[in-house]
């Protein structure tokens, strides 16, 4: 068990529609990353995060936003989907960012119908 | 574009045998790391390597660094059919604020 919690596991939804997947970091980690995975495009990373505030930015859409609230999670907004969104959207954290280890959570699958 | 690129993409290997997957990456890096995802899982975090290192070993596992070819290499001693998973290289920006993280390799263990 990483420590870090993602919700919800699946989803499934239409194109259009906007969903909100939620992250909790590993107990006492600053940092939160938002990654994208696809069969096609592989591990991407969208969005980092440090004590609430942006830190790195990656390969994410102008339909994708992220913030970190004041006691540390996260959440991932995908508004506007499309079909290729269909993806699964893993969440990591460490202690304080940079080159440290990152932990992942199981990640969620999102389906657009 | 990838930074770090695993190569074979896919090994098949019996339990007890040794198992070597290889990453190369483009640009300098500070450090570089290896993680083990199973199917439909999150990935964890097997082994850090800085630059300035050339081995590191942690149980059945060794990763050796070469900066000079800007490749590393991951080796699982007798491996085990638990061992069955994908296994990726991840590398740091300029900035060390990320990882980029290469395409995988899929090990199979057969037992």
């Known amino acids: 068990d990483s420590g870090v919690t993602q919700t919800p596991k699946h989803l499934i939804t239409a194109t259009g529609q906007r969903v909100t997947l939620r992250c909790s970091p590993r107990s006492g980690d600053l940092s939160v990353y938002w990654y994208q995975q696809s069969l096609d495009q592989g591990l991407q990373f969208l969005i980092q995060y440090y004590n609430g505030e942006e830190r790195a930015k990656g390969n994410i859409l102008e339909r994708f936003s992220a913030q970190q609230f004041p006691d540390l999670h996260s959440e991932l907004n995908l508004s506007s989907l499309e079909l290729g969104d269909s993806a699964l959207y893993f969440c990591?954290?460490?202690?304080?960012?940079?080159?440290?280890?990152?932990?992942f959570g199981d990640g969620t699958r999102l389906s657009i119908l | 574009s990838q930074q770090g690129e695993e190569d074979p993409q896919a090994l098949s290997i019996q339990e007890g045998e040794n198992a070597t997957m290889n990453c190369s990456y483009k640009?300098?890096?500070?450090?570089l790391q290896w993680y083990r995802q199973n199917s439909g899982r999150g990935l964890v975090h097997l082994i850090l390597i800085r630059s300035n290192e050339r081995e590191k070993h942690s149980g059945r596992l060794r990763v050796t660094l070469d900066t000079s070819k800007k490749s590393s290499s991951l080796l699982i001693t007798a491996s085990r059919a638990a061992d069955t998973a994908s296994y990726f290289c991840a590398t740091d920006n300029n900035y060390g604020q990320n990882f980029v993280f290469g395409p995988g390799t899929r090990l199979s263990v057969l037992p």
């Open positions: 640009t300098s890096i500070n450090n």
């Open positions: 990591a954290s460490s202690h304080s960012g940079g080159t440290q280890p990152q932990h």
